[in-house]
């Protein structure tokens, strides 16, 4: 396959690594070739990197197939996930959802992805909603600044929030940035 044959989301290997390609942008500058400029992340250690490929060079691209599981419980450095509809278990490394570990919690589904037959990548859904069970008390009134404070959450995540938010609020959580977007009515 070719540069012609890029997308966002692809993942290809790149000197080695496993990458997936975050943003490509075909370019033709004045007297000069045409050229793809690539940024992508390296999937085992989360770094990003920027490439220049020829226009038509030549790509090697990975299959990587994605599969939900839920989550069950940690066992060591590993978690355990289910499929839930053939009940098998298999062992991920948590190291797979970097940053959004803090908001896992029990029976929630992942997206894990596999190139061949070992877990590459996992990542929780987009927003999910986790109870406030912990947070000082806003002062009454004080709703001109777009001022922020710390919430503890179920999972024992801790994330800022607006004050008018109390303990034992839902709340919705975007894990991707790990940011508050709103209050969820129960």
Do not use: W
């Amino acid at each position: 396959m070719t540069t012609a044959d890029l997308y966002n989301g692809a993942f290809i290997r790149h000197n080695g690594e496993l990458c997936q390609i975050l943003e490509y942008q075909h370019r033709t500058p004045g007297n000069l070739r045409a050229f793809v400029q690539v940024r992508m992340r390296v999937v085992k250690s989360g770094k990003q990197l920027e490439n220049r490929y020829r226009a038509g060079e030549d790509i090697e691209f990975v299959r990587v197939e994605f599969s939900e599981f839920q989550y069950l419980y940690k066992d060591g450095e590993s978690l355990v996930v289910m499929d839930p509809s053939t009940f098998d278990q298999i062992y991920i490394p948590e190291s797979l959802l970097g940053e959004s570990l803090q908001f896992l919690k029990e029976e929630m589904l992942l997206k894990v992805a596999f190139e061949e037959d070992k877990p590459i990548s996992a990542e929780l859904p987009t927003f999910i909603n986790l109870m406030v069970t912990y947070t000082e008390p806003g002062i009454k009134g004080d709703t001109a600044t777009n001022t922020l404070k710390p919430a503890t959450l179920e999972t024992g995540a801790v994330i800022q929030v607006p004050l008018f938010v109390d303990q034992d609020t839902l709340i919705k959580i975007d894990t991707r940035t790990s940011a508050y977007v709103e209050r969820v009515k129960q």
